[in-house]
T-cell receptor, first 114, second 112 residues
Framework: GENVEQHPSTLSVQEGDSAVIKCTYS??????FPWYKQELGKRPQLIID?????GEKKDQRIAVTLNKTAKHFSLHITETQPEDSAVYFC?????????????FGKGTHLIIQP | DAEITQSPRHKITETGRQVTLACHQT?????MFWYRQDLGHGLRLIHY???????NKGEVSDGYSVSRSNTEDLPLTLESAASSQTSVYFC???????????FGPGTRLTVL
C-alpha cells in the first residue's frame, strides 16, 4: 500500500518568515495530494490540494509543488502569521483519487514565533 | 446548511463492549470514510464506502465494521472494544466526481 513520509515533525519560524513542509510518497499511481490544517481539538480542514497533472498550485500565501518523478510534494507558506500555528498533514490518494481514501503523513507541528 | 455530523462527541466504554459511532452527512455525497487519529500516527483509514450497500476495508480495519443502508449515514461499529481502540475517530465524505474530503467534528473514544 501507499506510504507517506512527512518532515519535519516540528517547525518553528519567526512571524513573517516562510515555512516549508515536505512529503514523499511511495505509490507512483497516486494522483491526488491534499494538505490539511488541524487546530487543537478541531477537525482537519483542507487548505490546498494538487493533482498529478499539475506541478504547482498557489492560493494567496500558500503554495504546493509536486515532483512526480521524485515522488515528493511540498507545502510553502509565505509571510507567516500567528494564526498559521497548527498541525499540518499531507496526504496521498490511491489511483482512484480521493474516492479511494487517503494515506496521511504523521503531521508537522508549525509554531509561529512572534 | 449541508454538513457532516458525528455522535457522540465523547464516549467512555469498557473493554469487550460493542460500540457504535454515528456519522451523518446532508451533502448527498456518495463516498464516506472513517479514520482514526492517534499521536504519532496521523490519520489512518479504517473503512470506506462508495455508496449504498458498498463497504471496503482500509489500512486498519481489524476489529471494526461499517454498513451503508442509505446515502446519508455510515455508522462505525467496534464489535468488542479494546484499549488499543482508544482514539479520536473522524468521519469524512466526498462526492463521486470530486476528490475533496470534508471531515466531521470527530468522536473521542476511551476504552477502559
Amino acid at each position: 500500500g501507499e506510504n507517506v513520509e512527512q518532515h519535519p515533525s516540528t517547525l518553528s519560524v519567526q512571524e513573517g518568515d516562510s515555512a516549508v513542509i515536505k512529503c514523499t510518497y511511495s505509490d507512483s499511481a497516486s494522483n491526488y495530494f491534499p494538505w490539511y490544517k488541524q487546530e487543537l481539538g478541531k477537525r482537519p480542514q483542507l487548505i490546498i490540494d494538487i493533482r498529478s497533472n499539475v506541478g504547482e498550485k498557489k492560493d494567496q500565501r500558500i503554495a504546493v509543488t509536486l515532483n512526480k518523478t521524485a515522488k515528493h510534494f511540498s507545502l510553502h507558506i509565505t509571510e507567516t502569521q500567528p494564526e498559521d500555528s497548527a498541525v499540518y498533514f499531507c496526504a496521498a490518494s490511491g489511483s482512484g483519487g480521493g474516492a479511494d481514501g487517503l494515506t496521511f503523513g504523521k503531521g508537522t507541528h508549525l509554531i509561529i514565533q512572534p | 446548511d449541508a454538513e457532516i455530523t458525528q455522535s457522540p462527541r465523547h464516549k467512555i466504554t469498557e473493554t469487550g463492549r460493542q460500540v457504535t459511532l454515528a456519522c451523518h452527512q446532508t451533502w448527498n455525497h456518495n463516498n464516506m470514510f472513517w479514520y482514526r487519529q492517534d499521536l504519532g500516527h496521523g490519520l489512518r483509514l479504517i473503512h470506506y464506502s462508495y455508496g449504498v450497500q458498498d463497504t471496503n476495508k482500509g489500512e486498519v480495519s481489524d476489529g471494526y465494521s461499517v454498513s451503508r443502508s442509505n446515502t446519508e449515514d455510515l455508522p462505525l461499529t467496534l464489535e468488542s472494544a479494546a484499549s488499543s481502540q482508544t482514539s479520536v475517530y473522524f468521519c469524512a465524505s466526498s462526492t463521486h466526481n470530486r476528490d475533496t474530503q470534508y471531515f466531521g467534528p470527530g468522536t473521542r473514544l476511551t476504552v477502559l
